[in-house]
């Protein structure tokens, strides 16, 4: 793994020796087994989301009607949450897995596990030879799967650590121009290795060259539960969002497509909305996950406290976040009323959402979808309560992959093509009770122009909640394709969804980067950080530990300061529907 190296001994013998204790791999079996290990277990949600704008400090005054002067002394939940909503280095309880140094640790640790399948995997070819005797015919279509799923890992946790660390890409010319990430193919042997971090051109040239590579050679036919593992359905997907980032749309459609495996895509949606036998919160999440849901491509398991936040902490999905998201107006619902019984405030929300939302402490500290970011505790001594804090992310699914395409094809300039997709996300979120059906309705071509068309029109009574956002992805990343006046309102209405589907997973932060969003956080009482397109913190600073081995740091013009103070309340609240 790429990290710094601490001295633990004065023993020159001891420091002397190389670092290379691995195990010699010699068979197929333990080649599959190392790489249920080459996945993350880290959670980048916690780093996306606090920085991103579906999160708000509670500390902060509220410009929102009817609180208007309400101030709450909430205490964090790690101190490293205040570094990163601030877009701060971050240097405090950097042991955490969902700190930038959990995730990028976690991320080379997965890619460690690939480089060392890969690295035997070569070894077999040169030979023919596996435990002295030649491949056979079974065994060479084993390993070629094999090889696939390690390229595939390879090259994600890459493209995650460079969504992270970096800016965002801004094709060949400018992307040259700004640093990568150290692309690691090899396992360490050696003592105190160097990296270069390369440009980020380079990195993405690397992650295409493996994605290419690996995505024929996987398949489904050796694993128990392939959504634990990359799977066709899944690597396509993938390869859409790659593509995306780079602005490359048929790809990014003939990919999107080929991950739906031929089969409809509104009879994949998950099904989680029109379930009415949750009885506890956390079966809620456990249904949402499950490998069971058509929907879901793939799943990863991590070790998080990310939920943990929403429990009447100061950094939560409230106010403008959460009615920008998961309790707030949309194009086919805003007509669906709610009153919150203790501000009396009115709002618009998606009735599919009524039942799966949970808070703590009350409302007004902040609200979750349950569905995607609940924690399941595995406890080690339930005696003594202790254990681990786990978080299964549906990392590729359905929905999120529909509205990859759509976004392609408005780009492409097929309107028709983007709506449909649209409109499937949208018919699967409609709620099931036949008394919502009037209010929420389905999704039309008018619906989208007149909701995202006229929201930044100062006379509109509703204040948006900033769910419209000027787009600047001409600028980030100069392409043939522009946003015209066309397909502006869809596209709004592309990222609108996108923001609600994938909330509380820290995608947001990448749409922010490669949209060229302007967002700006309020912290404590008087404090306003803005963060303007292309700015230098785009990329979140790499671990101080990773810097000190001799890494180079990213680019930074200014450092916010941090002058919040804060302490623990909670209060407590319901919403109810309102009938007229």
């Known amino acids: 793994m790429i990290v710094a190296l601490i001295g633990l001994s004065s023993c020159k013998d001891f420091l002397d020796k190389v670092p290379d204790t691995r195990v010699y791999l010699v068979n197929l079996d333990q080649l599959q087994q190392l790489l249920v290990t080459g996945y993350m277990d880290s959670n980048y949600a916690l780093v996306g989301e606090l920085s991103s704008d579906n999160v708000i400090d509670n500390n902060s005054p509220s410009k929102m009607k009817g609180s208007e002067g309400v101030r709450y002394h909430l205490s964090f939940y790690s101190q490293a949450d205040e570094q990163v909503f601030a877009w701060d280095d971050v240097d405090l309880d950097i042991s955490s897995s969902d700190t930038p140094s959990g995730v990028w640790n976690s991320c080379y640790g997965a890619i460690a596990a690939a480089n060392a399948v890969l690295e035997r995997i070569a070894e077999f070819e040169e030979t023919g030879m596996i435990e002295g005797e030649e491949i056979t015919t079974s065994q060479r279509e084993r390993m070629n799967a094999i090889k696939g799923e390690a390229l ?35 396992p360490e042997t050696t003592l105190d290795p160097k990296y270069d971090r390369g440009t980020l051109l380079e990195t993405y040239q690397k992650i295409e060259k493996d994605l290419l590579e690996g995505l024929p050679l996987i398949t489904e036919d050796f694993y128990q539960v392939p959504k634990y593992h990359f799977n066709i359905a899944s690597s396509n997907a993938f390869a859409a969002r790659f593509y995306l980032m780079k602005r490359e749309y048929q790809k990014v459609v003939d990919y999107a497509t080929k991950a739906f495996k031929g089969n409809d895509p509104s009879g994949m949606l998950n099904d989680g909305w029109w379930q009415e036998d949750f009885y506890y919160i956390s079966d809620i999440g456990r249904y949402f996950t499950s490998i069971e849901r058509p929907g879901n491509f793939q799943l990863f398991t991590n070790y998080s406290t990310w939920w943990r936040r929403f429990l009447g902490y100061r950094f939560t999905c409230n106010r403008e976040a959460k009615r920008a998201t998961i309790q707030g107006p949309g194009p086919s619902w805003s007509r669906c009323q709610y009153q919150n019984t203790k501000t009396k405030e009115k709002f618009a929300m998606m009735p599919c959402f009524n039942g799966v939302c949970g808070s703590a402490g009350g409302q007004e500290y902040g609200a979750y979808f349950a569905g995607n970011c609940f924690e399941q505790f595995e406890y080690t001594d339930k005696i003594s309560g202790i254990g681990y804090c786990h978080e299964i992310r549906p990392e590729f699914t359905v929905e999120e992959t529909l509205l990859v395409r759509a976004e392609a094809n408005l780009f492409l300039g097929n309107i028709d093509a983007a709506f449909e997709d649209l409109y499937i996300w949208n018919e699967g979120h409609m709620s099931p009770n036949e008394s919502d059906r009037y209010n ?3 999704l039309t071509k008018d619906q989208i122009i007149s909701f995202y068309g006229c929201y930044d029109d ?6 948006g909640y900033g769910i419209v956002m000027k787009f600047n992805i001409d ?67 790499i671990p101080n530990e990773v810097i000190g081995a001799g890494l180079e740091a990213n680019y930074r013009a200014n450092k916010p300061t941090n002058t919040a103070e804060s302490s623990y309340v909670v209060a407590s609240n319901e919403n109810v529907r309102v009938t007229d």
């Open 440 to 442: 929420h309705v389905s």
């Open 475 to 541: 600028e980030v990343c100069p392409s043939e394709y522009k946003v015209t006046d066309a397909i502006e309102p869809y596209l709004q209405c592309v990222q609108h969804f996108r923001r609600i589907q994938l909330v509380h997973m820290g995608n947001r932060w990448f749409d922010i980067k490669r949209f060229g969003f302007t967002i700006q956080h309020a912290m404590g009482i008087s404090d306003v950080y803005t963060l303007e397109k292309l700015d230098p913190r785009y990329a979140i600073q």
């Open 458 to 463: 100062p006379a509109r009574k509703d204040p």
């Open 152 to 186: 595939m890992i390879r090259a994600y946790h890459h493209f995650i650590l460079a969504e992270i660390f970096c800016m965002p890409y801004r094709g060949e010319q400018l992307s040259a121009q700004y640093p990568g990430i150290p692309y690691a193919t090899d």
